[in-house]
């Protein structure tokens, strides 16, 4: 199962949920060099990471956020072929925090987990952004026996 042959996820909200300004929402997969860049650019940003050198698995699925057709937000998406994916290094570019930009990130990236074959989505939380997850329906849970401290991990059943 995947995602449509443009790696494309449908952006489509319930009714009720359209952010302030009807913004338009996009997840899709780094198609270009400047697409690659972004996604990078947007994790350095938040996490002070460099770009990794090493091949991408394909049960890696990294995916940029674009609002109006500019990319704000980041995610990697893997496949732990258990029936969950992990949704890692989730991050808004730090100009866009706060505008609710997180959670449709979240959503789509749900909705592309689902439609990988996988009924939970499952993070590696902050003490900090916990609360954020809680929210939006993620429940601590020890789903990785070898976490390290520090970490709240946290799973929620994704909805068929």
């Not at 996009?26 to 996490?47: M, N, S, T």
């Not at 940029?64 to 704000?72: A, S």
């Amino acid at each position: 199962m995947g995602t449509s042959g443009s790696g494309e996820v449908p952006t489509e909200r319930p009714s009720g949920e359209q952010p302030s300004g009807g913004a338009n929402y996009r997840l899709d997969r780094p198609r270009c060099d400047e697409d690659w860049q972004a996604y990078h650019g947007i994790r350095r940003k938040v996490f002070h990471l460099p770009r990794p050198v090493e091949e991408i698995s394909p049960d890696c699925h990294p995916l940029l956020l674009f609002l109006e057709g500019r990319p704000i937000g980041a995610i990697q998406v893997d496949d732990l072929r258990n029936t969950a994916a992990a949704l890692r290094l989730v991050a808004i570019d730090p100009a866009h925090q706060g505008g609710g930009h997180g959670r449709a990130m979240l959503e789509r990236a749900e909705k592309f987990a689902r439609e990988l074959g996988c009924g939970k989505a499952v993070v590696y939380a902050t003490p900090e952004s916990a609360g954020f997850y809680q929210s939006i329906g993620y429940d601590e849970d020890d789903w990785d026996e070898i976490c390290m401290g520090g970490i709240v991990q946290m799973l929620k059943i994704l909805d068929r």
